[in-house]
């Protein structure tokens, strides 16, 4: 099955980088890791994929490990409006399983 | 911008109602899909369509039933409500040309009473 592991909850400190691991070990050769977050009351939103390399946007950074089995979200300046439950998934060709998230509080 | 609109924000049935959740994109997507989303257990997928009249079942299909009548919409049936189904629907699509990204609607809280 497509899961994935990833803490329950993290705290961060405004304007530090909050980095997000998720562990994604049955993960195969051709599937894309996402990370979406969800801000309470609203639909997930996309922030970031990658297959193999980094990756980075104006929202944040995707590091993906060598053997792929784990990944890290990294925003580099954490704001309040951070705080949201963060996902990260890997798909197939159309199934997009999500499991339970990292809840992040940016702390002012 | 890919809008994904869901019906009903709030509904309120009661048990034994047959409940229908509606969801149309603008965006000529292929894939649609179905989640529930409840306290402690994520975002879990019900049904997924990857095509006009084609569907897959998801983790957790019991008790529920889709239809993909036309590409833009794709809706979800519950036969017959029961309060374990009070929960946030979440409709999402995507397309097959574009970076995999999911789109979703805002959501349809279901209240089964």
């Not at chain 1, 990944?71 to 890997?90: E, G, K, M």
């Not at chain 2, 019906?7 to 034994?16: A, D, E, N, Q």
């Amino acid at each position: 099955d497509a899961k994935t592991t990833q803490p329950t909850s993290m705290d961060c400190a405004e304007g530090r980088a909050a980095n997000l691991p998720c562990n994604h070990s049955t993960i195969s050769g051709n599937e894309y890791v996402y990370w979406y977050r969800q801000i309470h009351s609203q639909g997930p939103q996309y922030i970031i994929h990658g297959l193999k390399n980094n990756e980075t946007n104006e929202m944040a950074s995707l590091i993906i490990t060598e053997d792929r089995k784990s990944s890290t979200l990294i925003l580099p300046h954490a704001t309040l409006r951070d705080t949201a439950v963060y996902y990260c998934i890997w798909a197939g060709t159309y199934k997009y399983i999500f499991g339970t998230g990292t809840r992040l509080k940016v702390l002012a | 911008d890919v809008k994904v609109t869901q019906s009903s924000r709030y509904l309120v049935k009661r048990t034994g109602e047959k409940v229908f959740l509606e969801c149309v994109q603008d965006m000529d997507h292929e894939n649609m899909f179905w989640y529930r989303q409840d306290p402690g257990l994520g975002l879990r997928l019900i049904y997924f369509s990857y095509d006009v009249k084609m569907k897959e079942k998801g983790d957790i299909p019991e008790g529920y039933s889709v239809s993909r009548e036309k590409k833009e919409r794709f809706s979800l049936i519950l036969e017959s409500a029961s309060t374990n189904q009070t929960s946030m629907y979440l409709c999402a699509s995507l397309g097959l040309t574009n970076t995999g990204e999911l789109f979703f609607g805002e959501g349809s809280r279901l209240t089964v009473l």
